[in-house]
């Protein structure tokens, strides 16, 4: 039962142009989403987060936006750039879990140059 | 700074035998997660603790998996015996839940443990 799921296994985009990539979850109790990014041969890192009271936050070329009635998340980053090639994982939190998160699978990130 | 410290980086072994992971949780921090990354299933989460006590252990596989933190310093995943099936990617993470920021509850990822069971 996958309560946060990523529908798209991989993404390809021209540098410059924008990247979107979605998240659905399931448990409308979640009140915090996050994003991570991964390199191969490394730790998912944290990038963005946002609380569920909001439904925008920015942070330089990465925002997230939270539209909560849809259950949905999505992260846009403009403009590309080929560093950004990495793997993007999604996650939630409850209050109540404490700090667990509940990732998804993950969406590649491939930017062309 | 230190991050999460994980050992070791690779370890192939054959089916049956004995695996064990080990964890350094950044200093301060008081909960430590194993989660562990497959191809199908993205991360999942293992296990969860809080002050060195097993607060979720739903994710655990099955009892061959084990883990522990005898000390707010060091956590170990113990396979016990192991199966090509759990062939993966093992991530160590720690977060410090002294206040919530609100930029959400941010854990910090070691560099995970490749296991490869043949």
């Known amino acids: 039962d996958q309560q946060v799921k990523q529908n798209s296994p991989s993404l390809s985009v021209q540098e410059g142009r924008i990247s979107i990539l979605n998240c659905d979850y399931t448990n409308s109790m979640f009140d915090y989403f996050l994003w991570y990014k991964k390199y191969p041969a490394e730790g998912p890192t944290f990038l963005i987060s946002?609380?569920?009271?909001?439904d925008k936050n920015e942070d330089g070329r990465f925002t997230v936006f939270l539209n909560k009635s849809a259950k949905h998340l999505s992260l846009h980053i403009v403009p590309s750039q080929p560093g950004d090639s990495a793997v993007y994982f999604c996650?939630?939190?409850?209050?109540?879990?404490?700090?667990?998160?509940?990732f998804g699978a993950g969406t590649i990130l491939r930017v062309k140059s | 700074d230190a991050g999460v410290i994980q050992s070791p980086r690779h370890e192939v072994t054959e089916m049956g035998q004995e695996v064990t992971l080990r964890c350094k949780p950044i200093s301060g921090h008081n909960s430590l997660f194993w989660y562990r990354q497959t191809m199908m299933r993205g991360l999942e989460l293992l296990i969860y603790f809080n002050n060195n006590v097993p607060i979720d252990d739903s994710g655990m596989p099955e009892d061959r998996f084990s883990a522990k933190m005898p000390n707010a310093s060091f956590s170990t995943l113990k396979i016990q015996p192991s199966e090509p099936r759990d062939s993966a990617v093992y991530f160590c993470a720690s977060s410090t839940d002294r206040g919530r920021k609100s930029s959400g509850n941010t854990i910090y990822f070691g560099e995970g443990s490749w296991l490869t069971v043949v």
């Open positions: 996650a939630a939190n409850r209050m109540e879990y404490g700090n667990k998160l509940v």
């Open positions: 946002i609380s569920s009271i909001k």
